[in-house]
């Protein structure tokens, strides 16, 4: 139906859904604020007995750590206690927390050294509604700082306008944030994963070691953090003949150029936290599966392209040899699954 009745019932009832979802995102995002701000409150005053310098060691946090997450699941590891503690410290007035922000919010502001410039990004991004990503740019600019050491200052609010063009977050996306789902204990990777992508990686995985070519398996989704970002990685191996890592990382959809820039972060910070001094440079597979054809893309970075032209590709499959393998894999899955490849 094409009616002008028929396009304002659709509407009606879009904005019934989306009010729904708005709610319920505010009703977790208040209850994770204030509960992390009274972890912090009791870990600082029924621990130290209110002493801010009292020592605290990583020892004790590890136990509570260690207690809590066999009760609740994730969320409760000694980096994040530690936020909760200092989230306390630095916000010691509950009523002062704006439930209108969110933990990731919060864990970005931790890091604003400054209490005037810390209070000032917390008011801007609850009166303009800033995303996290628009809250980080503009502490990186730094935008307050700029504000005040500037004559013109209407010029640099038009400027900072200008650049927050992002600012609505999905539902999907926002519920899929790691400590949202480590808040909620729903972080088994089910929830993350396609039933698709979930099995076409675990037949890759056996792909790659049947290969005879030095690889063994590492981890599966494997988490890794850099500052306030948390990333997952589909599949770890170690090549024992290359002495070097391989992550692997599935797409279901058309490759981005964004794909193999997620990947080289990937590179890098593998190098940066795993990676031995006698081991060789981390490298990437990137596979994204489409619905009429595989593309398979080896991710190197660029001061390393030489050592993997030279040594690597001989024992590594080709990336021909592995599209044959995704789309004979992709269409396994989708016949045993009976559904049609949309």
Known sequence: MNTPAHHALLQHIADVIQQARNQVRSAVNS??????????????????????????????????????????????????????????????????????????????LLRVENPRAREWYAQEAVSQNWSVR????????????????????????????????????????????????????LSDKS???????????GHLQQFL????????????QQHIRFDDEDFYIDLVFYNFKLKCFLLLDLKLGRLKHQDIGQMD????????????????????????????EAVVRYSVLAEQKQLFAAKYLPYLPSEEELKRQLEWERERVMNALGRKDE
Request: charged share 30%.
């Open 31 to 108: 209850a994770m604020v204030q509960s992390y701000w009274e972890i912090g409150r009791l870990i600082v005053e029924h621990e130290q007995q209110g002493e801010k310098r009292a020592a605290y060691g990583k020892q004790q946090l590890q136990s509570i750590s260690e207690a809590l997450t066999a009760q609740f699941g994730k969320g409760f590891d000694v980096t994040n206690l530690r936020n909760m503690r200092q989230f306390y410290l630095l916000f010691p007035i509950r009523d002062a927390v704006r439930r209108e922000l969110s933990w990731t919010h919060y864990r970005r």
């Open 134 to 185: 628009a809250l980080d740019r503009q502490i990186g600019v730094p935008y307050y700082e700029r504000l005040l050491s500037s004559r013109d200052k209407a010029a640099v609010a038009a400027e900072a306008g200008q650049k927050i063009q992002e600012q609505a977050e999905s539902i999907h996306d926002y519920l899929r944030d790691p400590y949202i789902l480590d808040f909620l204990n």
């Open 191 to 201: 929830y993350q994963e396609s039933d698709i992508e979930n099995t076409i990686i």
């Open 209 to 220: 070691l049947e290969l005879g070519k030095g690889f063994a398996f590492v981890e599966r």
């Open 265 to 292: 972060t990937y590179i890098r910070l593998y190098d940066e936290q795993y990676k031995s001094t006698d081991d060789n440079p981390t490298i990437g597979l990137v596979l994204c599966s489409e619905k009429s």
